[in-house]
């Protein structure tokens, strides 16, 4: 059933804003159609302004035969997502302009692996948790923006509809956990206090920079405190979307303490003895450092 909204985590439905203020569910249904050869054709890509999910990020990266942190350093600009800090990430765009990087005088040059933004197009997705409610409620929106003509297409379909036609159920189901985590993050808000530049590191390796999420996931480290079935771990190793929602699961243990991957029961005794090691050996190379110092100062005495 369709109502008025009030969210304040979008921007106040303004005369200006492109919002149209009607909450709708799955079964509503809006007008839209979206074609190739409509006059607009491509206008809504050359003012973008997109934030990229992991799996948005996941699906580009192979796309374009990059690593995780090769597409986060030529494609994305990280952003603060709250006051807090917690980066985001948003999509390049092409030099001394808003436009799309990805925009062709064709279309979109990585259609088939779009990000869910522009999937939704001209729907707007949130998800928000009421005051007395334990789970968050998912619901949508109108975005009516004057260049886009679509919305005077003479069709009418449901958001259910439209989620199918423009693939985003999986994009969906793939970050829901993730969404999850940012929800509960903003929720906190100051009473849990700021996180530690730690946590922002590892929440936005375990984010966005899933190669490197990878190897860390296969170091000793990782090793020494988790007790994952082997067979289970391979498949982390060799499935991305696997280790994409295993990154999820990781992030609410080490952020929310939402145990469910099983600790070793001597974990923090190993951890422990693994740094002493480490700082071992750097206190053992900073003295091997300072005697060839004193070496060479020996053998080239100033004047
Ligand atoms: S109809 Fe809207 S979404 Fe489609 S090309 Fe035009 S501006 Fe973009
Ligand atoms: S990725 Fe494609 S659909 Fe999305 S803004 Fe860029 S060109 Fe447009």
């Not at 690593?67 to 986060?72: D, V």
Request: aromatic share 10%; proline share 6%; glycine share 4%.
């Amino acid at each position: 059933m369709s109502e008025n909204f009030n969210d304040p985590t979008i921007k106040d439905p303004r005369p200006s804003s492109p919002v149209v203020p009607i909450k709708l569910g799955l079964d509503d249904s809006f007008q839209f159609r979206c074609r190739k050869g409509i006059a607009c054709f491509n206008k809504c890509c050359q003012n973008i302004n997109i934030m990229l999910t992991p799996y948005d990020i996941l699906r580009l990266k192979n796309r374009l035969g990059l690593t995780s942190a090769e597409f986060l350093e030529k494609h994305t600009v990280t952003f603060d997502m709250d006051a807090h800090g917690i980066p985001g990430i948003r999509m390049q765009t092409k030099p001394g302009t808003a436009e799309c990087q990805f925009l062709t005088p064709e279309g979109c040059g990585v259609y088939e692996d779009r990000p869910a933004a522009c999937r939704y197009y001209a729907l707007g997705a949130t998800t928000m948790r009421a005051k007395d409610s334990a789970a968050p409620e998912e619901f949508y929106f109108v975005v009516k923006e004057e260049h886009c003509l679509g919305h005077d297409e003479p069709r009418t379909l449901s958001v259910r509809e439209y989620r199918q036609e423009q693939g985003v159920e999986q994009y969906d189901e793939m970050t829901r956990e993730w969404r999850e985590i940012i929800l509960k993050k903003r929720s906190s808000g100051p009473t849990v206090g700021a996180p530690s530049q730690k946590s922002m590191d590892l929440f936005y390796m375990a984010s966005y920079d899933l190669d490197n999420f990878r190897v860390f996931i296969a170091s000793p480290f990782f090793h020494d405190v988790y007790d994952i079935e082997p067979a289970y771990f391979q498949k982390l190793l060799t499935e991305e979307t696997e280790l994409l929602q295993f990154a999820a699961r990781y992030l609410k243990q080490v952020l929310f303490g939402e145990n469910t991957i099983p600790e070793k029961p001597d974990a923090i005794e190993k951890r422990r003895k693994r740094r002493e090691e480490i700082m071992a050996k750097q206190r053992e190379q900073m003295r091997r450092d300072m005697e060839k110092d004193m070496e060479n100062e020996i053998d080239s005495p100033s004047d």
